[in-house]
Structure formats: structure tokens, C-alpha cells
């Protein structure tokens, strides 16, 4: 009795839950390990794959790491989805650092590798288009820009772009720290979500200009 053909439905299935699970060891390889020591060789031989059988799947290492690019910064702007909607920009400013926080913690691998792990630069032959939506410094460089336009700031902020490397790099520290020190025995960590919460308010009370009297 011969076997049976599998369905198309069950083939396509299969493809991409091993998609997903070379998705998945690359990601935790790049971050681990760095870029350049990541090959495709590598990652096939971590899930007991050959590297042929990765090649099915990616073209190369660069459009491996693409892909993850572009899953990982859509997961990132699905936290930011609503935040968008609100209409004063301080606020909105306030409610992207506590989403920046919160992914961070909720998503280490991810966030590690979309903003901890060094990639070289694109290939001439490879243009990287990322929807404007999933663009997340576009988002925060935007916001500054409408609280700066709005004479939400003090005057000495008129660069939409200082601003916003200002508020991100704030945010990013408190995140750094906590996937890499928490486990650190010899600090009395804090919760990092208030302690974001806290630093976020510290920052804009900073950066905002004072209601005139």
C-alpha cells in the first residue's frame, strides 16, 4: 500500500512552521553571536537542518535578515498602533516611551535584535523599503516634530531630530539595562515599567515648555 501524497493544505503548513523555526534560531543567533559570525551553515546546523534546506526558504543571509527586520519592526508598530490616534503631541510622546518599554520587556530577543545587534550596511543590489506605519523612529521623530511645531517645547528644542534621539535614547538605557543586568545580584533593581513610567515624566517635564502665567 503505497503512502499517501500530503495535502497542498499540510505542505503549506509544514513550509511555514519551518519558516518560523529558522526565523526563530536566526534571530537568537544574530543577537548571540553578531552578524558576522551568524552564517546560514550555522543556523541549518542549530535545528538540525541542512544548509540546501535553508536556501528553500532565503535567498541569502541578507534576506534572512530582511525578513526579520520587517517582522519584528511590524510586531514593534502594532504596540504603537493606537498610540498614533492621540492628538496632543506631549502625550503622545509620553505613551511612545511607555510602549517602547513595554515591548522591549515583553519582546527581548526582538528588541535586541532590531536595536542591539549591528548589521552591516544594505547591499547596492538590495533596496530595504519599510511601510512609513512600521518606520518607528519616522513615528517618534514625527511627534517631536508636531510638539516642537505646536510650541509645545521649550525654545531651545527645535530639532525634531535631537529630540527624538533624546527621548529614545532615554528609554532605550532603562531597556538595555534591564535585559542585561537584571539578573545582577548586586543592584536593587526597580520595576522597570515605573521606573520607565518615572523617567519618561522626568524627561518631558524637561523638555516641555512651562504654561505662561
Given at each position: ?26 534571530r537568537r543567533m544574530f543577537v548571540q553571536r553578531g552578524y558576522e559570525a551568524t552564517t546560514m551553515r ?17 535567498e541569502d543571509k541578507e534576506a534572512l535578515v530582511a525578513e526579520l527586520s520587517t517582522l519584528d519592526f ?140
Open positions: 500500500m503505497t503512502k499517501s501524497v500530503p495535502s497542498f493544505e499540510r505542505r503549506q503548513r509544514e513550509r511555514v512552521q519551518t519558516r518560523q523555526k529558522i526565523l526563530d534560531a536566526a550555522a543556523i541549518a546546523a542549530k535545528i538540525g537542518y541542512t544548509p540546501t534546506a535553508i536556501y528553500h526558504h532565503f511590524r510586531a514593534f508598530a502594532q504596540a504603537l498602533q493606537d498610540i498614533g490616534a492621540v492628538a496632543d503631541p506631549v502625550e503622545r510622546l509620553r505613551r511612545t516611551g511607555r510602549a517602547y518599554v513595554a515591548f522591549g520587556v515583553a519582546n527581548p530577543m526582538h528588541y535586541q535584535f532590531l536595536f542591539m545587534t549591528r548589521r552591516p550596511k544594505e547591499s547596492p543590489n538590495r533596496t530595504a523599503q519599510r511601510d512609513p506605519g512600521e518606520d518607528a523612529y519616522g513615528f517618534l521623530r514625527q511627534t517631536c516634530a508636531d510638539a516642537i511645531a505646536a510650541g509645545r517645547l521649550r525654545p531651545e528644542f527645535t530639532d525634531a531630530d535631537e529630540v527624538a534621539q533624546i527621548a529614545w535614547g532615554a528609554m532605550h538605557g532603562l531597556v538595555a539595562l534591564h535585559i542585561a543586568k537584571v539578573d545582577d545580584p548586586w543592584i536593587p533593581w526597580r520595576n522597570v515599567t515605573e521606573t520607565a513610567a518615572r523617567a519618561c515624566d522626568a524627561l518631558l517635564r524637561g523638555l516641555v515648555r512651562e504654561p505662561e502665567t
